[in-house]
C-alpha cells in the first residue's frame, strides 16, 4: 500500500518561509521521482518542482528562484524549501511519486503518480 503523507504546511505572511516535507512508504524511494504541485481554489493543479532517482531537478518558472526540492534517501523524505512567498502562493500543495522509468515529467506525475492528501499554505 503506497502512502505519501506531506506536512509542513500552515500560514505565513508574504515574505515568509515554509518548509514542505513529505515521506512515502510502500515505495522504493531511490527508484521513483518525486514532485511537488499544488493547485489552488478555480485553477489547475500546477507542477513546481521534481527530483529524480539521480538527484536532477526540475522547476516551474514561477518557483524557480524561491523554491528548493531535495531529498534524503536515507530518511526516505523529500522537501520543498519556499521562500519569498507570495500571497499568489496560497494552495493546497502535493507531494507525488512516479517510477523513475517514466522520466519524472508532470505528464508522468498525473498519469502514473501516487499522490498525497495535500497540505494548505496559506500566504496573507
Known amino acids: 500500500h503506497v502512502q505519501l503523507v506531506e506536512s509542513g504546511g500552515g500560514s505565513v505572511q508574504a515574505g515568509g518561509s515554509l518548509r514542505l516535507s513529505c515521506g512515502p512508504s510502500?515505495?522504493?524511494?531511490?527508484?521513483?521521482?518525486m514532485g511537488w504541485f499544488r493547485q489552488a481554489p478555480g485553477k489547475e493543479r500546477e507542477g513546481l518542482a521534481a527530483?529524480?532517482?539521480?538527484?536532477?531537478?526540475t522547476y516551474a518558472d514561477s518557483v524557480k528562484g524561491r523554491f528548493t526540492i531535495s531529498k534524503d534517501d536515507g530518511k526516505n523524505t523529500v522537501y520543498l524549501e519556499m521562500h519569498s512567498l507570495y500571497p499568489e502562493d496560497t494552495a493546497v500543495y502535493y507531494c507525488?511519486?512516479?517510477?523513475?522509468?517514466?522520466?519524472?515529467?508532470?505528464?508522468?506525475?498525473?498519469?502514473?503518480?501516487?499522490w498525497g492528501q495535500g497540505t494548505q499554505v496559506t500566504v496573507s
Open positions: 507525488a511519486a512516479v517510477p523513475a522509468t517514466f522520466g519524472g515529467t508532470w505528464s508522468s506525475f498525473a498519469q502514473r503518480g501516487y
Open positions: 510502500g515505495i522504493t524511494f531511490g527508484i521513483h521521482c
Open positions: 527530483i529524480h532517482s539521480d538527484g536532477r531537478t
